[in-house]
């Protein structure tokens, strides 16, 4: 438990350097990840292949970037192994590619989840694994009776991320 927090406290030390940064597109994705919370119906952990995986927000400010460099470098070095296996769990997610929550994200289409939290971890991933490679992820799914509003927030986000416009 103590560790948890520990980790939890280191968390937001480190997002802490990003308030300088922070606009109105943070505020506006702030408030969509309360909504998601605030208005799930369930979630639930599944696979699906990285590909599927979307950004929410780019990956553009300095210490997100070194973050994801070292999370490349992290990958590299059991890339063989896991393009081998197909299948990055939470266990490996947890061993390489360490943070305090699981990759959530919510589905957007049949072939498309929008990731809203582990955008950092997709970016990785998917810089060093191809989609050729056929890499399975475990997420957790956030589920809605009537996603389509939820859905609409989180385009209004991720267009004024400039990363909308991905087919799905």
Same mark, same amino acid.
């Given at each position: 438990m103590f560790a948890r927090f520990k980790k939890f406290i280191a968390y937001l030390f480190g997002k802490s350097a990003e308030l300088s940064d922070m606009g109105a597109n943070d505020i506006l994705l702030g408030k969509v990840v309360l909504d998601i919370h605030r208005t799930k119906a369930a979630t639930e952990f599944i696979v699906v292949p990285l590909y599927a995986l979307r950004q929410i927000?780019?990956?553009?400010?300095?210490?997100?970037?070194?973050?994801?460099?070292?999370?490349?470098?992290?990958?590299? =070095?059991? %890339?063989?192994?896991?393009?081998? =296996? %197909?299948?990055?769990?939470? !266990?490996?997610? !947890? =061993?390489?590619?360490?943070?305090?929550?699981?990759? %959530?994200?919510?589905?957007?289409?049949?072939? !498309?989840?929008? !990731? @809203?939290?582990?955008?950092?971890?997709?970016?990785?991933?998917?810089?060093? @694994?191809?989609p050729e490679d056929g890499i399975m992820v475990e997420v957790e799914n956030y589920r809605f009776e009537n996603p389509r509003k939820i859905l609409r927030r989180i385009e209004r986000v991720r267009r004024l991320n400039g990363v909308a416009g991905e087919d799905y």
């Open positions: 927000h780019p990956i553009n400010r300095e210490n997100s970037l070194q973050d994801t460099a070292r999370r490349v470098a992290a990958l590299q =070095e059991v %890339k063989e192994r896991l393009q081998a =296996e %197909k299948n990055i769990t939470r !266990a490996v997610l !947890a =061993e390489y590619l360490p943070s305090v929550s699981w990759i %959530k994200v919510v589905k957007a289409a049949d072939d !498309a989840y929008i !990731a @809203f939290e582990g955008n950092g971890r997709l970016v990785a991933m998917q810089q060093v @694994f191809a």
